[in-house]
């Protein structure tokens, strides 16, 4: 029997705050009386990210799966690939606690009428750089696959299993941004889409890991993933 909803949060060096982020999903999920699996997926931590999570070892609802490092995207495939087969519906999230699980109840209790339903980062406090970029993405798929997603690679994402499964199948193992290529392939489609501002909190513990130049190779690589991987919805099953 498949589950209601399957949490896809990847984690890297999070120790300070993986364990209190993780119990407030929990917690949210719990109070919402729905049959879940929280899946913490640990990308390589150096720090003791790994042992902090230890303490969910006998929690039924939280699996946490220590992989080798292989990025923030193929994780979070990697996690998105294992979710489809166990809910109805894939929650992504990331676990540096920027959007808090209290808000995912307005997302959840709109679901029945909407293929995909996204937190639209408000308050976001970036640098000149990162404004830049989140711009440039956004009209990359405006421009490729058309408009639908206002925050294409928000990490707070909530997509119907059967939609997601066939689009995730295409995406290549390596690509950086996944959740990009995801939100195009779901605006040229037109599914039925619902957005709502979610306020964004500046992290208060780690640190960001894609920093200056290694930043901007990331967005050349993730243009190029994104101009030739172009997946196609061939059915729609409510």
């Known amino acids: 029997m498949l589950l209601d909803l399957v949490i896809v949060m990847p984690v890297y060096n999070e120790e300070a705050c993986i364990v ?19 899946m913490i997926l640990n990308d390589g931590s150096t720090d003791s990210t790994s042992e902090a999570l230890a303490v969910f070892k006998n929690n039924k609802c939280i699996e946490v799966i220590n992989k080798k490092n292989g990025g923030h995207g193929p994780t979070i495939l990697m996690g998105y690939r294992k979710a489809i087969q166990l809910s109805k519906w894939v929650f992504q999230c990331d676990s540096d606690n920027e959007m808090k699980a209290d808000y995912f109840s307005i997302l959840w209790e709109k679901r029945a009428k909407f293929d995909a339903l996204f937190g639209l980062r408000k308050g976001r406090n970036q640098n000149i750089s990162r404004k830049f970029i989140s711009a440039f993405s956004r009209i990359t798929i405006n421009m490729l696959f058309g408009k639908g997603v ?27 941004a996944p959740n990009i290529i995801i939100s195009g392939v779901l605006s040229k489609t037109r599914l ?24 901007w190779r990331f967005v050349v690589k993730s243009f190029w993933q994104t101009l030739f991987c172009r997946p196609v919805i061939n059915s729609i099953n409510k």
């Open 150 to 176: 206002t925050d294409v690679n928000t990490p707070f994402r909530l997509i119907r299993t059967n939609i997601l499964k066939q689009i995730v199948g295409q995406i290549p193992d390596d690509t950086f």
């Open 20 to 38: 209190p982020v993780a119990k407030s999903w929990y917690s949210v999920l719990s109070h919402l009386n729905i049959n879940f699996l929280i």
């Open 192 to 215: 039925r889409i619902y957005e709502h501002p979610v306020p964004h909190v500046t992290r208060k513990t780690g640190e960001v890991s894609i920093v200056k130049l290694k930043l």
